[in-house]
Nanobody
Framework: QVELVESGGGSVRAGESLRLSCTTSGSAIGLSAVDWYRRAPGKQRELAARMTAGGTTVYADSVKGRFTIFRDNDGNTMYLQMNSLKPEDTGVYYC??????????????WGQGTQVTVSS
C-alpha cells in the first residue's frame, strides 16, 4: 500500500513563506514526476508547479519567481517552497505524483491535501 503524505500547510501573513512536503509511505521505491495543484475557495483546481521525471520544472504564471519545486536527494520527498505569499495563494494544495512501486511499475497517486491560508 502506497500513500502520498503531505505536510507543511498553515496560516501565515502576506509576504511570509511556507514549505510544503510530499513524501511516500509504504512500499514505494521513489517519486518520478510530481505536480503541485491548488484549489482556491470557489475556484477550480489549478496546476501550481511541476517537476518532470527528468527534472524539468514548470510553474504557473501566478507563482513564477515565488514558488520553487524541488526534490530530496533520496528521491522520496518533493517540496514546494512558497515565498512572498499573497492572499490569493490561499487554498488547499495537493501533490500528485508518479510513484515507482517496482521495476517498470509506475503508478499515479494523490496526496490528501494541505490547507494554506494567507491573510493580508
Amino acid at each position: 500500500q502506497v500513500e502520498l503524505v503531505e505536510s507543511g500547510g498553515g496560516s501565515v501573513r502576506a509576504g511570509e513563506s511556507l514549505r510544503l512536503s510530499c513524501t511516500t509511505s509504504g512500499s514505494a521505491i521513489g517519486l518520478s514526476a510530481v505536480d503541485w495543484y491548488r484549489r482556491a475557495p470557489g475556484k477550480q483546481r489549478e496546476l501550481a508547479a511541476r517537476m518532470t521525471a527528468g527534472g524539468t520544472t514548470v510553474y504557473a504564471d501566478s507563482v513564477k519567481g515565488r514558488f520553487t519545486i524541488f526534490r530530496d536527494n533520496d528521491g522520496n520527498t518533493m517540496y514546494l517552497q512558497m515565498n512572498s505569499l499573497k492572499p490569493e495563494d490561499t487554498g488547499v494544495y495537493y501533490c500528485n505524483a508518479d510513484v515507482v512501486v517496482g521495476v517498470g511499475d509506475v503508478r499515479n497517486y494523490w496526496g490528501q491535501g494541505t490547507q494554506v491560508t494567507v491573510s493580508s
